[in-house]
């Protein structure tokens, strides 16, 4: 399904009614794999919400006050850390760090009291999110004298009913709506780059020599992210995932999934299983969130 017909799709079909916290179907998973001693995979669930900081109060029981306000956002990031040693690792979080400090913030400010934040305004802020995670991977490598620091980035925000992604590098977003599995990003690798460039046909990027070399990332010297909305519907899912899993499982086994999954822990599970029983050669990281149709 290509994106023009999935937002056709989206502006004639109905969202539904905004879930509430405990309809969410949230859960993240990652592995070392069976080849790397060390797993430089991080990722983040995480949810924004207006907050009540008592700091003082005569009420005799503060416990039965709403310290916790409405949730403004739904927030998945997977970052797959490049680098020799630690430092790939080390990327990938602090990169994680910066993105959830800088977003989380800029939704608070941002979130008018009447609805969410005109698009033009939320790309601008993601943009920045990433220029200031890629700063700060640059100096923390300059600081380490690092030659080679950098990381993956792909960030899902959810405020219902539409979602934006932001990527950089090959970890992959879908979405998977009506039977139908979409890839939300597209891969940032030389290969692809040739491919879009006319240079490299496209059925020769599989089994490129440059299919998982990455021209832009985090704390490389390409960092520009691509930056896409969609509309959210009940019943629909959300997966991001490292190349781990996508050397691994194809896209149509990921659909094939999807469809007979019972929960996000257990999709999660599956796929990093496949993944794994089919060699495991890179650290393998997979993150699901859905709307429930059907809450239980």
Not at 14 to 41: A, I, M, S, Y
Not at 63 to 85: H, N
Not at 163 to 170: F, K, T, V
Request: net charge negative; proline share 5%.
């Amino acid at each position: 399904m290509s994106l023009a017909e999935l937002l056709v799709s989206a502006i004639t079909s109905e969202p539904g009614p905004r879930p509430r916290d405990d309809e969410l179907d949230l859960f993240g998973l990652t592995h070392p794999g069976k080849v790397r001693k060390e797993n430089q995979d991080h990722f983040l669930i995480c949810t924004v919400h207006q907050q009540l900081a008592i700091h003082g109060t005569s009420f005799p029981d503060p416990s039965k006050l709403q310290v916790r306000g409405e949730r403004l956002a739904t927030i998945v990031l997977v970052a797959d850390g490049v680098g020799g040693g630690a430092a790939g690792g080390q990327a990938s979080q602090l990169t994680i760090e910066t993105i959830a400090r800088y977003v989380s913030h800029t939704l608070r400010c941002v979130q008018s009291p009447g609805g969410m934040p005109p698009d033009e305004e939320l790309f601008a802020s993601l943009r920045e999110a990433a220029h200031q995670a890629h700063d700060a991977v640059r100096a923390e490598a300059a600081a380490r004298g690092e030659a080679h620091m950098a990381t993956t980035l792909t960030l899902g925000i959810g405020i219902w009913p539409n979602a934006y992604y932001m990527q950089l590098g090959d970890s992959r977003a879908y979405y998977y709506a009506d039977g139908k599995l979409l890839r939300v990003t597209r891969d940032q690798t030389v290969a692809q780059e040739l491919a879009d460039q006319g240079i490299l046909p496209i059925d020769r990027v599989a089994k490129s020599p440059f299919r998982h070399v990455l021209s832009r990332a985090i704390g490389s010297s390409e960092a520009t992210p691509e930056v896409t909305r969609l509309e959210l519907k009940r019943g629909c899912v959300n997966l991001l995932c490292s190349d781990g899993l996508t050397k691994h499982v194809a896209d149509a086994e990921i659909a094939e999934q999807i469809q007979k999954m019972t929960s996000s822990e257990q999709l999660c599970r599956t796929l990093v299983d496949m993944a794994l029983d089919r060699g495991g050669s890179d650290n393998v990281t997979v993150v699901v969130a859905r709307p429930r149709d059907n809450p239980t």
